[in-house]
């Protein structure tokens, strides 16, 4: 909880006064993703053993810083800027999928989920995204099949997975830093499916609370005029 109640803090700084309600709701979401891809491209960069895996890095990183630099500038945040971001975050997403699908490394597509997450709660079409992810689910699982040339594009010495077989008895153990990327992508799938998922629920409950204070008020209202015969 103290995680959420910093993050409470870190968002007074990008909020205006002139911010309906929809505009802060999409701040809430859209931050927290852009203060956490910097640490996952951290990760990335750290680990990367290709040039597409060190540019699908470095890429969502200078997106986020500019992205937090812009919203902290102008206090807007546009629903073009945000589909704009996202599919950059999901283009990222799937290629490193790809590339981690080729070298047998954890798969990355669960973070599309948070992807799609953030679009519902931030009330913007989810349709697109969905369908990419299933294209890309199914064009990795095809190339494992028939293995058409799609995970050769990675291909290092000649060996794609040279880790899993360097030793007598595969699969080979890992590398710390390759254990802790695929931990550090867990953890932040969970933490961002929680942080939205707990967003909504607040936003359902303090909604329904309106809506009771309402008919509340409404029947007090009608008592008063059958009180007062009008």
Known sequence: MVLFSRMECLLKHFRSEKDTPLDATRKEIIIPAATAV???AVVG???SQTPLYLVTAIVPLCASIYSLAYIWWTKTLTPSFIIILCSLY???IHLVDLVSASLLRERLWPMSIVIIDMLLCCRLPTAP???SVIACITTISVESHL???LFDLEQRDGDICS?????????CPRSFISILEGQCTSIAVFLL???YTRSFSKGLIAEKEKLEKSVNLAEAIIS???DFDL
């Not at 880790?163 to 699969?171: F, I, K, L, M």
Request: glycine share 4%; proline share 10%.
């Open 147 to 149: 293995r058409f040339g």
């Open 45 to 47: 960069i750290v680990t």
């Open 224 to 226: 008063c005029m059958v």
């Open 193 to 195: 499916d929680y942080y």
């Open 129 to 131: 995204f969905v369908v």
């Open 90 to 92: 999901m283009t990222t």
């Open 163 to 171: 880790h899993c077989t360097s030793c007598d008895t595969p699969p």
């Open 38 to 40: 910097p640490l996952l």
